[in-house]
């Protein structure tokens, strides 16, 4: 029995650290074995497919830090979203169509104005740039968006993979 408490103890600390290093080695941002991230990850599907949905929150003595290694980086970017992504979000019209996808809304992400962006398109044939455009012809999606909120030092990572 006690064995059996050993490693479950240690295989979930090994998950915890996981979601940590996936969301630090992808959005280049540093973050803490320590900090305790909210995360769903549905991924496992049909090839692979699913969403990962993680909150990061940041204490004020880590925050600091977040907000320098962020404004340095070149692939984050200052809010707002580009036009899909911010469609992508909180759903809307583009050309015509609208589009309900509401990951924001899954994220339990409010509206944030103040902070950054950082946006990875993941679709090797798509072609994109760092800014997500013409995301929205496709037939499938892989791309990896995080909005990391200055206000309240709060990071929004979402991966999605269709």
Not at 70 to 88: A, G, N, T
Not at 120 to 128: I, K, T, V, W, Y
Not at 135 to 145: E, Q
């Amino acid at each position: 029995m006690t064995m059996l408490l050993t490693s479950v103890l240690f295989l979930s600390g090994c998950q915890l650290l996981t979601i940590n290093h996936r969301i630090s080695e992808s959005t280049g941002i540093p973050i803490p074995d320590s900090i305790r991230i909210d995360y769903e990850d549905t991924h496992g599907g049909f090839h692979g497919d699913g969403d990962t949905l993680a909150i990061v929150k940041f204490d004020g003595d880590t925050a600091p830090g977040v907000r320098a290694e962020i404004s340095k980086q070149p692939h984050w970017k200052r809010l707002p979203l580009s036009e899909s992504l911010e469609v992508m979000m909180y759903g809307g019209v583009i050309n015509g169509i609208t589009y309900t996808h509401e990951y924001a809304e899954l994220l339990k992400m409010p509206r944030v104005d103040n902070g950054y962006w950082f946006f990875e398109d993941r679709q090797l044939e798509s072609g994109l740039s760092k800014e997500g455009q013409d995301l929205f012809p496709r037939a499938s999606y892989n791309f990896t968006l995080a909005v990391y909120d200055a206000d309240t030092d709060i990071l929004y990572y979402l991966e999605v993979d269709t």
